[in-house]
């Protein structure tokens, strides 16, 4: 499993707006999906391409397409959805697929609730959008799923990483093809399983308080 850190001032600068709790939903909602974009760029960099033949006003020449099959997004449900228009727009030919989880407040384990998927997904690339990887339950049955699905390697885009949820995402994904792309890997978890310092929920940050 490789972890990316981008490194990058515009990224630092927006994850601070984004941490700030005065920050509203609208500003959060429009630096969350800027922020993705620049992940996107970076977590796109082993995307599969090929040669393709164009002609250009003055000649033909050879450029470079998207392989078939297409990769496939997929936003975790429901505060990934925040992030699949920044996705988008650098992926704009991708397809997208959604994933409902969730965790149990209890014993924190990811439940799934909903999918919308290809049920064949051999051969393709996948990339997971899902914003704070916390204790890596709902990442981790996400990942097993798609694998089980048959796709060929997923990688996951989140603006926050918790050091518990990494490891233990490495201990139990060893010799997986999977890259976990990321804004900041923060300090640790509370004792209620929310990243520290974090930015709180980022679901409700993004829609608003569900009751």
Same mark, same amino acid.
């Given at each position: ?16 707006? !984004? ?21 996107? $760029? ?38 990934? !959805? ?22 149990? %407040? +209890?014993? !924190?384990?990811?439940?799934? #609730?909903? %999918?919308?998927? /290809? ?5 393709? +690339?996948? #990339?997971?959008? =899902? /914003? ?30 918790? /050091?518990?949820?990494? +490891? ?5 994904? %060893? ?6 792309? !990321?804004?900041?890997? =923060? %300090? ?5 399983? #929310? ?11 993004? $829609?608003?308080?569900?009751?």
């Amino acid at each position: 499993m490789r972890v990316l850190v981008a490194d990058h001032p515009l990224v630092a600068h927006k994850l601070t707006v !984004l941490r700030d709790k005065n920050t509203t939903s609208p500003i959060f909602r429009l630096l969350t999906e800027e922020l993705v974009t620049l992940l996107a $760029y970076e977590a796109t960099r082993d995307v599969r391409v090929e040669p393709v033949n164009i002609e250009t006003p003055v000649t033909t020449t050879v450029g470079t397409g998207l392989r078939k099959p297409t990769p496939l997004v997929v936003p975790i449900l429901r505060a990934g !959805l925040g992030m699949l228009e920044g996705m988008t727009r650098l992926l704009p030919t991708a397809e997208v697929g959604f994933l409902g989880m969730e965790r149990h %407040e +209890q014993t !924190l384990e990811a439940i799934t #609730y909903a %999918e919308r998927l /290809p049920d064949d997904l051999t051969g393709r +690339q996948v #990339y997971v959008l =899902d /914003p704070m990887l916390a204790t890596g339950g709902t990442l981790r049955e996400a990942i097993k799923f798609l694998f089980a699905r048959g796709a060929a390697d997923i990688t996951c885009i989140c603006l926050l990483a918790a /050091p518990e949820g990494l +490891q233990k995402l490495r201990d139990e994904l %060893e010799g997986k093809n999977v890259t976990i792309v !990321l804004a900041s890997i =923060d %300090e640790k978890l509370d004792e209620n399983a #929310y990243i520290v310092p974090g930015l709180g929920d980022a679901g409700d940050r993004l $829609y608003g308080v569900v009751h």
